[in-house]
């Protein structure tokens, strides 16, 4: 297949669609058998944004933002809002405005503008100004080794915190410990029983922050002030220099309690599994921000080691000989825990958004941890994720550092995040699939059908950062031709607004407009085909199919997807009828079926190949990062390296092996370099370390360079694979290449190339198999 152009496909905007013509009735919608739908990744940094100093104008009636797109009357001072065709007065400060004197935001190409709407976001808690704070919960119930892994990064981190930013220390097994560090020297623990659920006045009433010292202050904060209470008047309510500290100031008292700290003391008897209350511990974790900082970005960093068995969120009884959950339990609805664990962590999710808070989970471990229960947590406040096998593994190492690097590698962590749709009328939204949750706002723009989060026109994200994605799904009202104003414009209009606070504290508004044309006439016609986005669209049938696994009780993804694919090809495909051999696809579709046969073949569709927090953990990164990115989970990038030629893009097949050649694989999650027989035979023989051998030096260390480059701007880190021919850590490669060469056909096959054992059909049968079925009358 030829490569997807490298020129920023998002521009300006970061907005990709799967259409980009749009059909102007339901009917027609849903005979592109593809959704509209709109990725979005609200708040990605680039340069050629400008930033304003001041308010936007609204139009009076429909809220929505002046823009680029508002027609201006400039000897009236008037300008008609795009969505609703109102006509707005300047304000007399936009008096000076002429086509020659412009503000910026009616400048042509600055589609996407940022709005610094506040000032530094003061939230005095004593004499702090708090911008973010972190609570560590980490597990103690682990391996002594796992154990001093996880402590060095836990002190890393905390070393590379702002000064400023807030931390407080939590610590769970048997028992939940929320660690006091404002008194280095006395440095005291509140123990929580991890065995029943807690509610958050008991918390604040454990901790003695609760009760007379509560004060709702307007504007959000609860306890603000406690620290100067602390200092001049004594007092109980004092949460915020007890457990919550500049990291300035508590680094010092972290280090030693974190050198002192013991893995979990309590005995755990032969044939069991550790008791580790890792629900309870997050309630608690949750009520502490809750009481101390509720408004404030901040973040609960959960470093867990092994699955809940004790308490709320258990997801797994302590007796060993009763495995995890699989998929085939969930399947066949045996895995007794699952739903109750879910639902507890739903309600976890509601707490933290409505404080403002995000949860954050590091899952490291060999078995599963529940990642597949506390997801709805995670996802919904726009929290990270990263799993891996160890603490000690670079996957979870160097993610974990990059969360609290400051400096250019930053993730730039934004919190309290808001994003608000304005669609053209006869435009509905059904929903977005990421990291976020509905403000069930109702507007005359909410669909009736929801897709993910929907019957809204806001969410709320939490936490949100550069690379944060979202797929917005939109409907076109049934209504057929209306009369009303505007139903004559060719154009259709789309404004994201997001409102978020920045890592530095300022709080700014993204306002992105943009327009499409609708088009008039029937499936089919030029434009329509002409503004297909193949590549958004398989991910955002990866998004959906997704979502419909899991939320549509025995959803067969697979059917699924090739009655759809079939559906596509007989509308958009030309033959004549009932002669596979005359079927042709247009170029604006040719590669969207190899798409979806490696989406069938994918960890999204085919998921009894891992484990459900496994995939849980796939798809919650599918979900929020940019189509580029998803794409290569669903369709790994192959690069093949050898001495004839200059590293060249390689098809996704076993033929791509070859004896003298090195290959690249990035399938997201890992990156692969495979050394072809040959090639790893001189490399045994140390060729590349004499002079004369120079250039398969070099052809040794290209493959090296570019896979650092690829984890280097990742995150989560992938997982960096080095393997030969033949070795057992091929696999990682095999399983992600096409079957060509199969038991049936092997014998057809160039010698050199690798023989894949799967019942898989391969990509050929499987186009056959596509004609046959799209040309049938
Ligand atoms: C114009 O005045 C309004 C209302 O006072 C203000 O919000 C806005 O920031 C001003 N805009 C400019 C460009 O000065
Ligand atoms: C969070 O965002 C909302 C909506 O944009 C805003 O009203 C609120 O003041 C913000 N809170 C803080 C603490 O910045
Ligand atoms: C624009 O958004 C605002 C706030 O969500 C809503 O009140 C208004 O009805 C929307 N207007 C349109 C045309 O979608
Ligand atoms: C949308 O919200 C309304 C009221 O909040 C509710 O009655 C309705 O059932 C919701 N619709 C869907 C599809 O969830
Ligand atoms: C997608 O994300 C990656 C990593 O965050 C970034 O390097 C790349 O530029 C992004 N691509 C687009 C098209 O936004
Ligand atoms: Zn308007």
């Not at 109102?86 to 412009?102: A, D």
Request: a negative charge; proline letters at 5%.
């Amino acid at each position: 297949m030829s490569e997807i152009p490298n020129a920023d496909p998002e521009g300006i905007d970061s907005v990709r669609m799967t259409w980009n013509n749009w059909p102007r009735t339901k009917v027609e919608a849903s005979k592109c058998v593809i959704p509209l739908a709109a990725s979005i990744s609200p708040i990605r940094s680039n340069p050629e944004i400008p930033t304003l100093p001041y308010l936007p104008l609204r139009c009076k009636t429909c809220t929505s933002i002046m823009n680029c797109f508002s027609r201006v009357d400039f000897t009236a001072k008037i300008w008609i809002c795009p969505f609703c065709f109102q006509r707005n007065h300047f304000p007399p400060n936009y008096s000076m405005i002429s086509e020659t004197n412009l503000p910026a935001e009616l400048y042509s190409q600055y589609t996407t503008i940022e709005y610094t709407i506040g000032d530094k976001n003061h939230n005095p808690v004593g004499e702090f100004d708090v911008k973010s704070a972190f609570v560590f919960v980490l597990d103690t119930c682990m391996i002594e080794e796992e154990f001093e892994y996880v402590k060095s990064e836990v002190k890393r981190a905390v070393g590379l915190l702002p000064e400023n930013a807030m931390v407080g220390f939590v610590t769970f097994g048997t028992q939940v410990q929320v660690h006091e560090l404002g008194f280095s020297d006395m440095s005291k623990v509140y123990v929580f029983r991890g065995t029943k659920e807690i509610s958050k006045d008991q918390i604040m009433e454990q901790l003695g922050i609760g009760g007379a010292g509560r004060r709702n202050v307007p504007g959000g904060a609860v306890g603000v002030g406690g620290y100067q209470q602390q200092r001049g008047m004594p007092m109980q309510n004092s949460g915020v220099s007890r457990f919550l500290l500049p990291a300035s100031d508590c680094e010092f008292t972290l280090n030693s309690l974190l050198d002192e700290l013991q893995t979990d003391q309590w005995p755990v008897a032969p044939g069991n599994r550790p008791s580790r209350c890792t629900g309870v511990a997050l309630s608690v974790a949750a009520g502490l921000l809750g009481a101390c900082l509720p408004g404030t970005g901040a973040r609960i960093v959960a470093l867990v080691g092994g699955p809940c068995t004790e308490g709320p969120g258990a997801i797994i009884s302590k007796d060993l000989s009763d495995p995890v959950r699989s998929h085939k339990d969930l399947d066949k609805d045996a895995a007794p825990y699952f739903k109750k664990a879910v639902k507890f962590y739903d309600s976890l999710a509601k707490q933290l958004v409505s404080q403002g808070h995000v949860l954050d989970l590091f899952a490291s471990a060999l078995d599963q941890v529940g990642v597949a229960e506390m997801k709805v947590a995670v996802e919904r406040t726009g929290g990270l994720v990263v799993l891996s096998e160890s603490f000690g593994h670079s996957v979870f190492k160097d993610s974990f550092k990059r969360v609290f690097d400051s400096g250019e590698k930053s993730l730039g962590l934004c919190f309290n995040g808001t994003l608000e749709i304005n669609c053209s009328k006869d435009i509905k939204i059904q929903g977005i699939i990421g990291p976020c949750t509905s403000l069930e706002k109702k507007g005359p723009s909410v669909a009736d059908t929801v897709i993910g989060e929907g019957n809204t026109t806001a969410w709320k994200m939490c936490g949100l950062d550069k690379s944060t994605c979202f797929t917005v799904f939109f409907d076109i009202s049934s209504s057929e031709k209306s009369n009303a104003p505007g139903s004559a414009n060719p154009q259709l209009y789309l404004q994201f607004l997001t409102s978020y606070q920045n890592p530095e504290g300022l709080t700014l508004l993204r306002v992105t407009t943009v327009t499409r044309r609708w088009v008039d006439s029937a499936v089919n016609s030029e434009e329509l085909v002409q503004g297909f986005d193949q590549e958004t669209a398989a991910v955002v049938m990866a998004r959906f199919t997704s979502l419909k696994m899991e939320s549509e009780e025995g959803f067969d993804a697979t059917r699924w997807l090739d009655r759809n694919l079939i559906r596509f090809c007989s509308k958009f495909g030309e033959y004549r009828k009932d002669d596979p051999s005359s079927f042709t696809l247009n170029s604006f579709f040719s590669f969207f079926p190899q798409f979806m046969f490696n989406l069938r073949r994918s960890q999204f569709i085919q998921v009894f190949n891992n484990s459900p927090d496994e995939t849980a953990y796939f798809r919650m990164l599918l979900n929020r990062e940019n189509i580029t990115n998803a794409a290569v989970m669903i369709q790994p990038s192959l690069i093949s390296y050898s001495f004839n030629s200059l590293p060249q893009p390689a098809l996704l097949d076993v033929a791509s092996i070859g004896a003298d050649r090195i290959l690249l694989l990035d399938s997201y999650f890992s990156v692969v370099i495979f050394h072809g027989m040959t090639i790893a035979q001189w490399r045994n023989l140390g060729y590349q370390n004499q002079p004369e051998h120079q250039v398969f030096a070099q052809l040794l260390q290209a493959p090296k360079d570019d896979a650092q480059a690829i984890i280097h701007e990742r995150f989560p880190v992938p997982r960096l694979v080095v393997c030969d021919q033949h070795g057992s850590q091929a696999r990682f490669l095999l399983a992600k290449l096409n079957p060509s060469a199969t038991y049936n056909n092997a014998n057809e096959m160039a010698a050199g190339s690798d023989i894949i054992f799967t019942d898989d059909v391969s990509l050929q049968v499987f186009f056959e198999h596509l004609q046959r079925l799209a040309v049938q009358s």
